[in-house]
């Protein structure tokens, strides 16, 4: 009897394919969040599973998840992740900043670099203590900078760059 109800089953969900697929709509736009942490979960019981999958799914798809990759790189999301994934690369131990602290930084001084007072088109986030001198990648210490200061003032401080630049522009005149 089981095998006939279940062949039953079977046949009336072939002939309400629309039925059912609503009805699984309905299911998951009511219970998202329990159907979310399910999948959390269950992606953090079978890590070794999930990451298996994904690598086998990025080599089979190698040009398509690629050109995906440089698309999102290409836009200001994926602008900003560069330049917050670059600044946690260097300091250590460091949290990653989010988009919103992002923003604030390369928001703060209008579009112009705070060290020349150009507008800037090709920017880095600065350490305004360097790393190597104890400066921390927090809000406070990081400013947006034009690439030309950024990679003339390197790992000196704010004062001693201000200084060479300084000296150097009376040694021109």
């Known amino acids: 009897m089981a095998s006939n109800t279940s062949e039953y089953g079977r046949q009336w969900r072939r002939e309400n394919a629309e039925h059912v697929k609503a009805d699984k709509a309905r299911y998951h736009a009511e219970h998202l969040e329990q159907d979310r942490e ?14 298996a999958e994904r690598v086998k799914y990025i080599s089979e798809h190698r040009d398509e998840v690629l050109a995906k990759r440089r698309a999102w790189a290409k836009t200001d999301s994926g602008k900003l992740a560069k330049k917050a994934y670059a600044t946690y690369r260097l300091a250590a131990g460091a949290k990653k900043l989010s988009a919103d602290d992002l923003v604030t930084i390369t928001s703060d001084y209008g579009g112009f670099c705070p060290y020349c007072g150009n507008r800037i088109t090709d920017g880095h986030i600065d350490h305004v203590v360097p790393l190597i001198d104890g400066g921390r990648s927090d809000l406070e210490n990081l400013v947006y900078v034009c690439a030309r200061c950024n990679l003339a003032k390197g790992a000196k401080s704010l004062i001693a760059f201000l200084l060479d630049r300084a000296i150097l522009a009376e040694a021109v005149k």
Not at 38 to 49: I, P, Q
């Open 38 to 51: 399910r999948s959390r979960l269950w992606r953090v019981a079978n890590k070794a599973h999930v990451k």
